[in-house]
């Protein structure tokens, strides 16, 4: 694993050494990496990792932002009070697997919410654990 540190997030987190993260373009208040690696036969693992600035980030917003993304069709669940996950192994009919994390936090610990993570991942099925991983390094990191 190495530690990952993409520009604008304002968090670093682990992934395997192979992992990239490339600029997806950007918008005010907004960066978007794609990240992610190939383990061979032509396959990558990885996805979209998103950072917003949520200014005035009440629970009505969180709840529309979080409408906002798309989740395979799948139920979301929380993944603690400012934390939602939906994850399937029937990703599009295939046996494979997908995740999206919405998360939301603050940037200065004793101030208001005023973050968005978006962090939609696939891999084949066999490479769960590691997906998990990565989600569960950004989390610690970020903080959420």
Do not use: H
Not at 25 to 32: R, W, Y
Not at 36 to 50: A, M
Not at 116 to 143: F, K
């Amino acid at each position: 694993m190495t530690m990952l540190n993409p520009e604008g997030l304002g968090f670093g987190f682990t992934a395997p050494a192979n992992w990239t993260c490339n600029p997806a373009g950007s918008a005010e208040g907004e960066v978007k990496y794609n990240c992610g690696g190939s383990i061979g036969d032509n396959q990558e693992i990885g996805g979209e990792l998103i950072v917003r600035e949520c200014p005035d980030c009440d629970e009505a917003r969180r709840v529309a932002l979080r409408q906002a993304e798309e989740a395979w069709g799948q139920q979301w669940r929380s993944g603690g009070p400012y934390v939602v996950l939906a994850e399937t192994t029937k990703l599009d009919g295939a046996n494979a697997y997908g995740v999206v994390v919405v998360a939301f936090w603050r940037s200065n610990p004793d101030g208001a919410i005023d973050r968005q993570l978006v962090l939609r991942m696939t891999s084949p099925v066999e490479w769960v654990d590691v997906i998990r991983r990565v989600v569960g390094s950004i989390r610690a990191n970020a903080r959420f």
